[in-house]
């Protein structure tokens, strides 16, 4: 059975930093494209970052410059390193993986989905 199970999501104050990894077993995923969502309180979930499974990564336009997204393939693992963090990045952050090869990163559509980490930022 295919799992993702994220973590490092807490509580940080405007301006600091957060690591999310998220963890995947049942399968691996080194060949397939691997993201990051998020779905703040009243909000639809949105796409954060992917990268593919060449490590060719795209991020939405509110996160570029501060967070970045990282695969190891040798752990079957995803991370997302959110620095400068703002009290609107606050949300329930989810990872994804596509069963889609090569450099392409879907923004949805996503085969398998974690249950997500919690995100909060302070002012």
């Known amino acids: 059975q295919v799992q993702l199970v994220e973590s490092g999501g807490g509580l940080v104050q405007a301006g600091g930093s957060l690591r999310l990894s998220c963890a995947g077993s049942?399968?691996?995923?080194?060949?397939?494209?691997m993201a990051w969502f998020r779905q703040a309180p009243g909000k639809e979930r949105e796409f954060v970052a992917g990268i593919s499974g060449t490590s060719s990564s795209t991020y939405v336009d509110s996160v570029k410059g501060r967070f970045t997204i990282s695969r190891d393939n040798a752990k079957n693992t995803v991370y997302l390193q959110m620095n400068s963090l703002k009290p609107e990045d606050t949300a329930v952050y989810y990872c994804a993986v596509s069963l889609t090869i090569g450099d392409y990163i879907p923004y949805d559509g996503m085969d398998y989905w974690g249950k997500g980490t919690l995100v909060t930022v302070s002012s």
């Open positions: 049942g399968r691996t995923f080194s060949r397939y494209a």
